[in-house]
């Protein structure tokens, strides 16, 4: 029902900027919003952010709070999230996926092929 596709990726300097779109289509009701999540090399997943689809309230884990804003485009069914403050510890594999919060935490669900992002100089 849900598919995303994600762009931007790729070798970023310290110092530099990151942008990375998500493509959403296949509208449905069963996601609170859409948003990100990250599998660093060696390391297990980790959620980023999310954008509600319903107030447009934003969620933030505490590694990128502060560094990173999500945003969202609903005339083109595009979600961002950017960043002019990456480190090298930002270095994964960056996934878009619909999203909800559970309690005090968040769950991700129907990604993409996900985009990687490489921060080194």
């Known amino acids: 029902q849900l598919q995303f596709v994600e762009s931007g990726g790729g070798l970023v300097q310290p110092g530099g900027s990151l942008r990375l779109s998500c493509a959403a289509s296949?509208?449905?009701?069963?996601?609170?919003?859409i948003g990100w999540f990250r599998q660093a090399p060696g390391k297990a997943h980790e959620g980023v952010s999310c954008?509600?689809?319903?107030?447009?309230?934003?969620y933030y884990a505490d590694s990128v709070k502060g560094r990173f804003t999500i945003s969202r485009d609903n005339t083109k069914n595009t979600v961002y999230l950017q960043s002019d403050t990456p480190k090298p510890e930002d270095t994964a594999v960056y996934y878009c996926?619909?999203?909800?919060?559970?309690?005090?935490?968040?769950?991700?669900?129907?990604w993409g092929q996900g985009t990687r992002v490489t921060v080194s100089s």
């Open positions: 996926a619909a999203c909800r919060r559970v309690g005090s935490r968040y769950e991700y669900d129907y």
């Open positions: 296949g509208f449905t009701l069963d996601y609170d919003g």
């Open positions: 954008i509600s689809s319903k107030d447009g309230s934003t």
